[in-house]
Structures are given as C-alpha cells and as structure tokens.
C-alpha cells in the first residue's frame, strides 16, 4: 500500500470488538485492539462490566511511515 507521496505504508492488523449492555438495548460500543494478545483481556474487562461481546473481527490499522534516523516506540 503506498501514500499520496509514493512511499510505502505500514499496515498492522488488529481486532475490533463490538460489544452491547444487555439491559440497555440502545447502548453498544467498538473496542479497537492492536493485537492478538490483548484480544482475552479486553474481552474480560467488558465481560466482567456487562457488556456482552457479539463480534471479534480484523481491522486494518494504517501506521505513517517514520522519519529516517527515529526510533521506534516501545
């Protein structure tokens, strides 16, 4: 995938969550989670507020290209 400049994207795929409060029929919400291995415990966080969790799907997540000579976040 490449920008409007010609340079190379970075696509991460994380999940998104869709969750609903059973006793409020018109309250529901999109949890995004960058990766596979926070997918358990955002799903027990909700769980254990209410929240029932209807789907866990991919969503693409486009990240910026950085600078040359930065480091990475950790």
Do not use: A
């Given at each position: 995938m490449f920008d409007?400049?010609?340079r190379r994207r970075v696509v991460r795929v994380g999940l998104k969550i869709l969750y609903r409060n059973p006793r409020r029929p018109g309250e529901a919400g999109m949890k995004l989670v960058p990766d596979q291995s926070q997918r358990a415990a955002e799903?027990?966080?909700l769980?254990?507020?209410?929240?029932?969790?209807?789907?866990?799907?991919?969503a693409p997540f486009a990240q910026a290209p950085r600078p040359a000579g930065t480091l990475p976040r950790t």
């Open positions: 409007r400049c010609g799903k027990e966080i769980e254990g507020l209410g929240f029932t969790v209807i789907e866990i799907t991919p």
